[in-house]
């Protein structure tokens, strides 16, 4: 079980707009820690996307934003692209842990 | 370049241990914590630990407490992470991962490039 609550799945067709949900509680999310998202290809490690709910490392195209508000998050993709397909996880830190909490990770289709 | 450049894939029997290595080069050694998450197959993301390669000291996820041993070598950049007395459940992808932020806001910008641990009998 999950610290932070994702979809398994969201689908859409190229071009489209898809958005991926990220929900917390007073530990995490809900106590003022960021929230970070991170996509992972297949068969490779883990890429920071957006750090700080909704900055964009250098390198990682503006189709690609974040936002938080209250014990949620989320992450939205526009334009979608073939290359866009891959495991997407949100992470915050959890006071309960006293570390890290991951989503269980939600798989993006494009259709 | 930034580089966490992590050791080889290892099988081992139920009961024993591993010890994995993460090789850091590109950047101030002593500078940037260091993280452990792993990732069972098929499964999502697991925090497993925090090593600050400057002084060594650690703190665990509670799971894994009394089995988890995270060390350091500063003069070859290298961190470690041990987990004992393996189980089944123990298969998993092993990564190491650079914090940046802040230790009560950590975001991970380099990761290594896995190590796949398999316990089987």
């Known amino acids: 079980q999950s610290v932070l609550t994702q979809p398994p799945s969201v689908s859409g067709a190229p071009g489209q707009r898809v958005t991926i949900s990220c929900t917390g509680n007073?530990?995490?999310?809900?106590?003022?820690?960021?929230v970070h998202w991170y996509q992972q290809l297949p068969g490779t490690a883990p890429k920071l996307l957006i750090y700080?709910?909704?900055n964009r490392p250098s390198g990682v195209p503006d189709r690609f934003s974040g936002s938080k508000s209250g014990t949620s998050a989320s992450l939205a993709i526009t334009g979608l692209q073939a290359e866009d397909e891959a495991d997407y996880y949100c992470?915050?830190?959890?006071?309960?842990?006293?570390?890290?909490?991951f989503g269980g990770g939600t798989k993006l289709t494009v259709l | 370049q930034v580089q966490l450049v992590q050791s080889g894939a290892e099988v081992k029997k139920p009961g024993a241990s591993v010890k994995v290595s993460c090789k850091a080069s590109g950047y101030t050694f002593t500078s940037y914590y260091m993280h452990w998450v792993r990732q069972a197959p098929g499964q999502g993301l697991e925090w497993m630990g925090i090593?600050?390669?400057?002084?060594?000291?650690?703190t665990y996820a509670q799971k894994f407490q009394g089995r988890v041993t995270m060390t350091r070598d500063t003069s070859t950049s290298t961190v470690y992470m041990e987990l004992s007395s393996l189980r089944s459940e123990d298969t998993a992808v092993y990564y190491c991962?650079?914090?940046?932020?802040?230790?009560?806001?950590?975001?991970?910008?380099?990761w290594g490039q896995g190590t796949l641990v398999t316990v089987s009998s």
């Open positions: 090593i600050n390669p400057s002084g060594g000291s650690t």
């Open positions: 700080g709910n909704n």
């Open positions: 991962a650079r914090m940046s932020g802040y230790y009560y806001n950590p975001r991970y910008d380099y």
């Open positions: 992470q915050s830190y959890d006071s309960s842990l006293s570390g890290s909490g």
């Open positions: 007073s530990s995490n999310i809900g106590a003022g820690y960021d």
